[in-house]
Nanobody, 123 residues
Framework: QVQLVESGGGLVQAGGSLRLSCAASGRTFINYPMGWFRQAQGKEREFVAT????????YYADSVKGRFTISRDNAKNTVYLQMNSLKPEDTAAYYC????????????????WGQGTQVTVSS
């Protein structure tokens, strides 16, 4: 089992920035590729970004490419999502998740999930 706890969400104006963190505990964090998803009210959960075990490979949804950056610090068992140039359409609950292999973009590709942190972007 891997336990994941997100933090860093909040209310920000359009054009602003936030950095989300996801702290992991339990099984060895370094073994898991990690991802971020988001779910807006009334919509399905959607892929945002993923990172491999050592941070050497990343992949982003087109909607966030160039604005968001995923990173990880294996010494701290933490994965981050730096979000810049935020838009109202980025408003959602953001979830981190741990996968068994790199490259998955569907929720079913991820085995462990956090409880989410809310990001609200005002116009």
């Amino acid at each position: 089992q891997v336990q994941l706890v997100e933090s860093g969400g909040g209310l920000v104006q359009a054009g602003g920035s936030l950095r989300l963190s996801c702290a992991a505990s339990g099984r060895t964090f370094i073994n898991y590729p990690m991802g971020w998803f988001r779910q807006a009210q009334g919509k399905e959960r959607e892929f945002v970004a993923t990172i491999n075990w050592n941070g050497g490979r990343t992949y982003y949804a087109d909607s966030v490419k160039g604005r968001f950056t995923i990173s990880r610090d294996n010494a701290k068992n933490t994965v981050y999502l730096q979000m810049n140039s935020l838009k109202p359409e980025d408003t959602a609950a953001y979830y981190c998740a741990a996968a068994r292999s790199f490259g998955g973009v569907a929720p079913k590709d991820y085995a462990y999930w956090g409880q989410g942190t809310q990001v609200t972007v005002s116009s």
